[in-house]
T-cell receptor, first 112, second 112 residues
Framework: EDKVVQSPLSLVVHEGDTVTLNCSYE??????LLWYKQEKKAPTFLFML????IEKKSGRLSSILDKKELFSILNITATQTGDSAVYLC????????????FGKGTKLSVIP | SQTIHQWPATLVQPVGSPLSLECTVE??????LYWYRQAAGRGLQLLFY??????ISSEVPQNLSASRPQDRQFILSSKKLLLSDSGFYLC???????????FGPGTRLTVT
């Protein structure tokens, strides 16, 4: 059974801090790892990492994938209160159905 | 651009009543479609996915069912709701043979 574990489960930081969120996985036939941000409602897509794209960056957010050690990290620099959300990690495996297995998420709270 | 709609946004139903949640996608053809449930404190659980009209795969045995009567329409149903069916239901789409999934706004279901 595919497994995705995120840590920490929750995190409280002050504005301006840098945070690192972790995601480890055990899946058969790994194909991709995705990060989502979930505020009040629907998760919104942030990044997808694959064997051909192990590092992504967008503004203050960046992510890397370590396929050897089976983990990914999401970094957020100079955090703002608008970064407060649950961050979800998901892994896609090559079962032919393009399904994703999600972790339980990391709840990030950024206080002024 | 692509848009995904879900309705209703919130729903309160008594135990034993039927359920019908609808999801439609605009701006794309032949999408993969997914139904997820997110219970409090838990990750996203895949319930059903579909790769085409009339093609439904179930991930979790339960009293829910799904149908795809049209290319861009996905319906989640139940004949008799249980208390354990309460949760946040999310519909998502991806391009055929793609892992990036995009989520609708969700339906918060409370079974009383």
């Amino acid at each position: 059974e595919d497994k995705v574990v995120q840590s920490p489960l929750s995190l409280v930081v002050h504005e301006g801090d840098t945070v690192t969120l972790n995601c480890s996985y055990e899946v058969t036939n790994f194909r991709s790892l995705l990060w989502y941000k979930q505020e009040k409602k629907a998760p919104t897509f942030l990044f997808m990492l694959t064997s051909s794209g192990i590092e992504k960056k967008s503004g203050r957010l960046s992510s890397i994938l370590d396929k050897k050690e089976l983990f990914s990290i999401l970094n957020i620099t100079a955090t703002q209160t608008g970064d407060s959300a649950v961050y979800l990690c998901a892994v896609g495996s090559g079962a032919g159905s393009y399904q994703l297995t999600f972790g339980k998420g990391t709840k990030l709270s950024v206080i002024p | 651009s692509q848009t995904i709609h879900q309705w209703p946004a919130t729903l309160v139903q008594p135990v034993g009543s039927p359920l019908s949640l609808e999801c439609t996608v605009e701006g794309t053809s032949n999408p993969n479609l997914y139904w997820y449930r997110q219970a409090a404190g838990r990750g996203l659980q895949l319930l059903f996915y579909s790769v085409g009209i009339g093609q439904i795969s179930s991930e979790v045995p339960q009293n829910l069912s799904a149908s795809r009567p049209q290319d861009r329409q996905f319906i989640l149903s139940s004949k008799k709701l249980l208390l354990s069916d309460s949760g946040f239901y999310l519909c998502a789409w991806s391009v055929l043979n793609g892992y990036e999934q995009y989520f609708g706004p969700g339906t918060r279901l409370t079974v009383t």
